[in-house]
Nanobody, 126 residues
Framework: QVQLVESGGGLGQPGGSLRLSCVAS????????IGWFRQAPGKDREVVVA????????DYVDSVKGRFTISRDNAQNTVYLQMNSLKPEGTAVYFC???????????????????WGQGTQVTVSS
């Protein structure tokens, strides 16, 4: 069983920055792909970005390219999401998700992840 705990959410101003963290309680963290998803009120949960086990391969949705950066520290069992140039439409609960690494399942699909955190609220407002 993999437990994921997100932190770092809160209130951010438009144009500002927030940094989210996702800590995993698993000894084999370096073998897991990690995704960040978000869910705004009344909307479906959507992918934001994902990173493969090696920390090299990443996949960003167009709406966050150039503004968000995902990274991981396998020694610390942690994945980070640096969010810059925040926009009000980014207000949502942000979730991290994990799966045993595979190249046979799309990184962007919710159904392809086996473990989820409880989420952290991000509110972008002035």
């Amino acid at each position: 069983q993999v437990q994921l705990v997100e932190s770092g959410g809160g209130l951010g101003q438009p144009g500002g920055s927030l940094r989210l963290s996702c800590v995993a309680s698993v000894h084999t963290f370096s073998t897991f792909d990690i995704g960040w998803f978000r869910q705004a009120p009344g909307k479906d949960r959507e992918v934001v970005v994902a990173i493969r086990w090696n920390g090299v391969n990443t996949d960003y949705v167009d709406s966050v390219k150039g503004r968000f950066t995902i990274s991981r520290d396998n020694a610390q069992n942690t994945v980070y999401l640096q969010m810059n140039s925040l926009k009000p439409e980014g207000t949502a609960v942000y979730f991290c998700a994990a799966r045993a690494s595979t190249y046979n399942r799309n990184l962007r699909l919710r159904a392809n992840y086996d473990y989820w955190g409880q989420g952290t609220q991000v509110t972008v407002s002035s």
